[in-house]
């Protein structure tokens, strides 16, 4: 068995889409990134690098390289997949918070569930994806910024 975990967090701004676990969410403003921001992505595919400790998401996408500018991170997500297939191993289960302020995400983090689970190829009930807001402190309760975090448990397939 192999444990990994993942952070991210990006600025928002107006105009942009929020993207979350590949999913286009109602929003006022998105994050602000090279790629899609999709933040959840982002943390996830941290922690299944660093379940295999193949480096972080910047070692193997790195911001400088335009053939990244705007991609969705569901391609991104893919790949790395894949690299951990490749080296024998299989997700057990996935843990994820989204830590932001505006929209609420009650209403959409079941999908979001579902969604990362069909692009990874995963049983259902294999992703869980929990939401919070930070009470209005800091960055990101201050709606300037999006958080997340996840944790992988792979195994051996
Ligand atoms: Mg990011």
Redesign the pocket.
Known sequence: MRVGQGW???LLTAGRPLILGGLPIPADSG?L?H?D???LI??LIDALLGALALGD?GDHFPPSDPRYRDIS?VILLKQVMEEVRDRGYGVVNVDCTVILESPRLTGYKAAIARNLEALLGLAAGTVSVKAKTAEGTGPVGAGKAAEAKAVVLLDRS
């Open positions: 991210d967090l990006h994050c990134a790629s921001g999709d933040v982002h943390a998401i991170s």
